[in-house]
């Protein structure tokens, strides 16, 4: 996997984006650029742990993205020791989580998550239209500094599955898709969070978390 480095102008914070083989890497990283960020595009452990935030992006299939981070599995949860953010998105927040019943079709074992947030992931119940796609509204139901001026705004989704966290207060924010479900989590301490929604696909709302992201990154 190779490394790109961009060359951002008064970036406020140094962002690694991982690179482990899934993800719309490069829209992310324009979106973080946007936001103020020098971006990082690497699978190097080395520049985890001299970022000051990582970002875990992820489209595709729970299990194809756990066995793809396999061997940077270690490195990614030491990133937690520190006070460095972790920001999961998309598939990448499902990876956070312990489990998903999408590593357990087909008669397979299930997979192991990164479990950072304990939890699963379930898939949208049968006879709901799935994917769930398009934009729908973000509720806030507790105080982080990434939902900082988002409550009651839109952004993107395209899922099938989603968060159900061990803990009520692991959900920082929800949507509603003929349930209630959980759209933005976070650890205790706060800094491993993720958003189910692409923030580098949902305009000013999507721009105002990766904002309030780097804006935690410069602050750790």
Known sequence: MSTVTSDTENARA???VVDYGLGNL???TRGLERAGADVEITA???AFAAADGVVLPGVGAFREGVENADPIRDELLAVTETDTPLFGICLGMQMLL???EEGETDGE???QGLGLVPGTNVRFAEGQKVPHMGWNELTVEREHPLVDGVDGKYAYFVHSYYAVPDEDGATVATTDYEREFPSI???DDGTVFGTQFH???SGETGLRIL???VDMCADA
């Open 44 to 46: 190097d452990p080395d």
């Open 211 to 213: 904002q309030n992201f």
């Open 98 to 100: 312990t489990t998903s």
């Open 14 to 16: 140094a962002v690694v």
């Open 26 to 28: 490069r829209s992310v």
């Open 199 to 201: 923030p580098e696909k």
């Open 109 to 111: 074992s299930a997979v």
């Open 185 to 187: 989590v976070a650890n």
